[in-house]
C-alpha cells in the first residue's frame, strides 16, 4: 500500500557531490520525519540525517556541512545533497519514513530499497 523510492545513486569521484531523492506514494495520510541511513560492506547501518515536518535537521557529525537533507510535503519526497564526498561515505543509502497510512491507525517506520552510493576514483 505505500512505498518509499530512491534514486539518484551512482559512482562519483572524490570531491564530488551528488543528489539523492526519495519518493514516498500510496495510500499516505500523514508523513512525520524522514531519514536518510547508510550501510556501508561489512558494517552496521547508521543514520546520516533526519529531518522533522517542520523542517528541523541533524547530520551525523561525519557528514555535518557536506550534506543537507531537505524535503518537499507536498511531493512526499525527501532529498538528500552530498558534497564533498569521500570514499567513506560510499554504501547503500537507504530512506525511512514515519508515516501513517489510510488502513492503520498510527504511524510507523517504512523502509525504502536502496541506492548505492559509490566514491572512487
Known amino acids: 500500500q505505500v512505498q518509499l523510492v530512491e534514486s539518484g545513486g551512482g559512482l562519483v569521484q572524490p570531491g564530488g557531490s551528488l543528489r539523492l531523492s526519495c519518493a514516498a506514494s500510496g495510500s499516505i495520510v500523514s508523513i512525520r520525519s524522514m531519514y536518510w541511513y547508510r550501510q556501508a560492506p561489512g558494517k552496521q547501518r547508521e543514520l546520516v540525517a533526519h529531518i522533522t515536518l517542520g523542517g528541523s535537521t541533524n547530520y551525523a557529525d561525519s557528514v555535518k556541512g557536506r550534506f543537507t537533507i531537505s524535503r518537499d510535503n507536498a511531493k512526499n519526497t525527501v532529498y538528500l545533497q552530498m558534497s564533498n564526498l569521500k570514499p567513506e561515505d560510499e554504501g547503500v543509502y537507504y530512506c525511512?519514513?514515519?508515516?501513517?497510512?489510510?488502513?492503520?491507525?498510527?504511524?510507523?517506520?517504512?523502509w525504502g530499497q536502496g541506492t548505492q552510493v559509490t566514491v572512487s576514483s
Open positions: 525511512n519514513a514515519e508515516m501513517k497510512i489510510k488502513i492503520e491507525l498510527g504511524f510507523r517506520n517504512y
